[in-house]
């Protein structure tokens, strides 16, 4: 597929994520944060993780407001796949693309670790790397109720009390299923010798 | 009950990284801003019967709430 | 001004100030003081070190850089070649744990993406005083996460390290960082020495501050009870800014836009201007004036003394200005042409259409004193002196996971294996690994100084080879007191002739490497500590040998290297492990531990968290002492050919042992951390 790969100032994950879709079989593009483009060049799209805009103001604040995000959101409404990782995700909830915000983890302290989770839909279970230090999904009590009883939540931590999250919740997605975001990174765990292949054809 | 609010930004000759982070995403986007500063606003209510809070407020201040190597702090509501 | 005070504010010894004189024809004028101040300070002329580290100099052919540049450069065959070096920031983290320990990070990587290599892993050796001695809680959690902040942020994981306590470190903490880069195939390494008549004199990065303005000259003076008037010249670094830096870099260095590049670390433009044209043979008109500002009230001195982050130096011809300002104007960062090559081995400064100052760098650069202080030879000691202290002890047994779980391990999609583990372990695109280690161990050194600076190369070596990595080149930075007493310098000889010793008998030369001197307070001097990074090689990826037991039903033995019994002998040690390296590339071993002065038993512990246990048909008080010893797991064949001595303790078996968090609780308890 043709997928486009999302770059901010201060991305950092980019370079990864672009590897796991061409070993994967996939044609990435990287798409820079001050260009426009067109909704129908690309199959899909991801937002990879790292410090976009060095995470100032508030992780992600910044990188929601620039030129490239109008263009993911008339894709996003197109009903393409558009995948947040990390700070990927935190990008799609301040766009308003997903619902809630990802806020400091629980101690205050960055968290790199290996995660359990398990998708609350189907009880399959996968092993991802975190590395996050503003984790903690928070929403308010009646937009949690809303993504549980409209089958948004797609990913939670199996530990409790993992970084703070509201009901251990790791990703979620929209209402039409097709923006998903999430804080574990499948691009690190898709070969053996990295841990776990759980993240080889994680999302397309 | 009175509220007190403790004001602090990067000292001025201090880099302030996101000052500039914020203020290069705002000339982008075309807003007619010189300057920015980023900096924390901390809310304190003391206990009822604190007579010096002039005093107290300096105290707590110290205490931690910034960093005087790179930062100034203020205190409002006295 | 008298000249008593302008030598005192300046930091510059009447020694040196009737040097200059002569050097001069003159007395010093105007902005001479600050070049000489910053130039001629201990950080970035060396003048106490440079005579004896000769000794690290070596002719072999896998080193592609000559002395003088920013990093040492590898070839590692297969079209893939690294650049590596460690760096302190120790009085700067003491101060402001944050930033001093952020900056240190953002330092080090400066001088490796300016040769042209992208970095990809960081390590880190901490040395922090008594849990409970004054502020030094919260210098921990400082410096752990200026370190995770700044790594993070900017995309590099931080892949292994150490960290220390000792109480010689109160008033001294120690902040090391190394960083690793690797070249694109095809990608020419940069130089830092200035060519090209004609050529342009570029400002690259951030504005310039007045941070850190006279900072060099502080990390060239002890502490004394003053340390609340240094505190203006704090760095603040900016990783993001940083990171928008190597991309920038790595662009331009890719499409050879670029002749030569500098970063501009301590002492800033200075250092970087005049080393830059020094070494090039060429000389500079610069413009003051020019250089882009952050505080409009700063004067040509502080432009030349300010050490604000994220900045770069470079050399490109005119034709190439347009392209090159494009990408960094892109990266939104400043762009500024601030000068021009000329051949008048001179450097030129003007300041408001003003010359301020003309004067050959050489001079400053070259011609920077270079001490012979005192010193006597030290010898190493008998090793049953350490009897006492490697018996195990219980309180020791404390594992800093609270630090190191604060580094994004992944980032770059190499890392195989990460911290918490003896070595790190990096992918390369050849179906071969890179491992790195850490070295250098404060009770050691304190016990006997020349021991424990061969235990600092040695020990890493011997932790590489237990994983299958062979040491290929070291790097270390040389942590120590104040070089005018005599035992220090005695400690820094010593240090310096026993890592060099390490170098040639392993064959893995030293290619790069930092001095730290003036760790002292009001005369008390930190434990001498020369801190060494090894990079070791693994021939193929398929090849692993974990530190964790992992088979039922092996044969596990204790191999003995270095017995205390015995006297120390590093050619010995090598061989004993050379042969066993051997017999680990026949693919004989399982898994292997380095055996630490944590005990044998800690070992075992460690070994067994991969859920295998040893069913034990010998205890420690069986076993012979030594300073080093492997653990190994293998199956009969290796064991009946062994050459070296060794001890067989027991037979693997499964158990459901998991990982256990007591040593990192312990860790918290003392630390006060959550």
Redesign the interface.
């Known amino acids: 597929m043709k997928v486009g790969v999302v770059q901010f100032p201060g991305t950092n994950c980019d370079r990864d994520v672009f590897q796991w879709l061409v070993d994967q079989g996939h044609s990435p593009t990287y798409l820079w944060h001050q260009d426009r483009f067109d909704r129908g060049s690309f199959e899909a799209c991801v937002i990879p993780g790292g410090f976009s805009f060095g995470d100032y103001l508030r992780s992600g604040a910044l990188a929601a407001r620039s030129s490239v995000m109008k263009s993911v959101s008339e894709m996003a409404k197109s009903g393409k796949p558009i995948l947040g990782i990390c700070n990927g995700f935190q990008i799609l909830c301040e766009a308003g693309l997903l619902p809630g915000v990802l806020m400091q983890n629980q101690k205050g302290n960055f968290i790199d670790d290996w995660a359990d989770l398990k998708n609350p839909l189907n009880n399959k279970k996968i092993r991802l790397p975190v590395a996050h230090g503003d984790g903690r999904y928070f929403a308010s009590s009646d937009t949690v109720k809303k993504l549980w009883d409209q089958n948004q939540v797609n990913w939670c931590y199996e530990r409790a009390d993992f970084n703070g999250s509201v009901d251990e919740i790791a990703g979620v997605q929209c209402l039409s299923g097709n923006v998903k975001g999430l804080m574990p990174h499948p691009e690190r765990a898709y070969q053996n010798w990295m841990g776990s292949t759980d993240g080889w054809q994680f999302w397309i | 009950m009175k509220k007190y609010f403790v004001r602090i930004l990067p000292k001025d ?3 302030d ?2 000052g ?3 203020l ?2 705002l000339k ?2 075309k807003h007619p801003v010189a300057s920015i500063r ?1 900096g924390k606003l901390i809310e304190v209510v003391l206990n009822e019967n604190v007579s010096q809070a002039q005093e107290v407020l300096k105290k707590i201040t110290a205490e931690g709430l910034y ?1 005087p ?2 930062e100034v702090a203020e205190v409002e509501g006295l | 001004m008298d000249l008593n005070l302008k030598l005192k504010k300046y930091r510059i010894k009447p020694e040196e100030y009737d040097l200059i004189c002569k050097l001069l024809n003159r007395p010093p004028e105007g902005v001479e003081w600050a070049l000489f101040s910053s130039l001629w300070s201990e950080h970035c002329s060396y003048k106490s070190s440079k005579n004896y580290l000769k000794a690290f100099r070596s002719e072999d052919p896998r080193i592609l850089t000559d002395e003088g540049e920013n990093a040492g450069v590898f070839d590692l065959g297969f079209d893939e070649r690294m650049a590596f070096k460690m760096e302190s920031h120790n009085h700067p983290s003491f101060i402001e744990p944050f930033h001093g320990a952020a900056t240190g990070v953002g330092g080090i990587l400066r001088d490796i993406f300016t040769m042209g290599a992208r970095p990809i892993a960081l390590a880190n050796f901490l040395c922090f005083g008594d849990s409970e001695s004054p502020r030094m809680k919260s210098i921990l959690r400082g410096v752990a996460k200026g370190i995770s902040t700044y790594g993070n942020c900017v995309g590099v994981p931080t892949v292994t390290g150490a960290t220390h306590s000792e109480s010689e470190y109160n008033s001294n903490v120690l902040v090391n960082a190394f960083a690793l880069g690797l070249f694109e195939k095809g990608q020419k390494m940069i130089s830092a020495k200035a060519c090209g008549i004609g050529n342009l004199v570029v400002y690259v990065g951030a504005k310039t501050g007045s941070d850190g303005v006279h900072g060099a000259s502080m990390a060239s003076e002890s502490f004394d009870s003053q340390i609340e008037a240094k505190k203006p010249t704090i760095q603040i670094g900016d990783a993001y800014f940083e990171k928008l830096l190597i991309e920038a870099c790595l662009e331009v260095l890719e499409k050879d836009l670029v002749v030569a590049m500098q970063d501009m670390g301590a002492a800033g433009l200075t250092s970087s201007s005049f080393e830059m044209a020094s070494r090039g043979g060429v000389g500079f008109n610069l413009n003051l004036s020019e250089v882009p500002l952050r505080d409009s009230r700063m004067g040509p001195e502080e432009i030349l003394l300010s050490e604000s982050q994220e900045r770069m130096l470079l050399i490109c011809e005119p034709s190439k200005k347009a392209q090159l300002e494009g990408i960094y104007q892109r990266w939104g960062l400043e762009f500024k042409v601030i000068g021009e090559v000329v051949q008048d081995r001179r450097i030129q400064l003007k300041w408001q259409n003003e010359v301020i100052c003309e004067i050959d760098p050489d001079l400053i650069v070259e011609h920077a004193p270079r001490y012979q202080r005192p010193y006597h030879q030290l010898q190493v000691q008998d090793l049953n002196l350490l009897k006492n202290h490697l018996v195990q002890c219980e309180k020791d047994w404390m594992d800093p996971e609270w630090i190191y779980r604060q580094f994004d391990q992944r980032v770059g999609l190499r890392t195989e294996v990460g911290t918490g583990n003896p070595v790190a372990s990096l992918r390369l695109k050849s179906n071969r690994n890179l491992g790195i280690a850490v070295g250098a161990r404060p009770w050691l050194l304190k016990m006997d100084p020349k021991l424990g600076a061969y235990d600092a190369a040695i020990e890493p070596c011997l932790k590489l080879m237990a994983q299958g990595f062979y040491p290929q080149a070291m790097t270390d930075c040389l942590n120590f007191g104040n070089p005018e007493k005599v035992e220090v310098m005695s400690q820094f000889v010593a240090a310096v002739e026993a890592i060099s010793d390490v170098a040639k008998i392993w064959k893995a030369p030293v290619i790069s490497g930092n001095v730290s001197f003036y760790n002292e307070t009001e005369n008390r001097n930190i434990i001498p500590t020369p801190a060494v990074a090894v990079v070791g090689l693994k021939s193929s990826s398929d090849l692993k040998i974990g530190s964790c037991l992992s088979e039922e039903g092996m044969t596990v033995g204790v191999l003995y290297l270095q017995k205390l019994s015995d006297p120390f002998d590093a050619k010995k040690i090598f061989e004993s492990a050379s042969l066993f390296f051997k017999e680990l590339l026949q693919g004989r071993v399982r898994s292997a531990r380095l055996v630490t002065e944590k005990g044998l038993d800690y070992c075992l512990f460690k070994m067994s968290e991969s859920g295998f246990g040893i069913g034990m048909s010998k205890n420690q008080t069986q076993l012979q002492a030594c300073l080093y010893q492997y653990v190994v797991e293998a199956g009969p064949d290796f064991w009946k050919n062994l050459k070296i001595p060794f001890e067989i303790i027991g037979t693997t078996k499964k158990t459901n042992q998991s990982v256990n968090s007591k040593t990192a609780n312990r860790f918290n308890q003392t630390w006060g951390l959550i």
């Open positions: 000759e201090v880099l990284v996101q500039r982070a914020v290069q995403m982008s986007q980023v960093n190597l790179v």
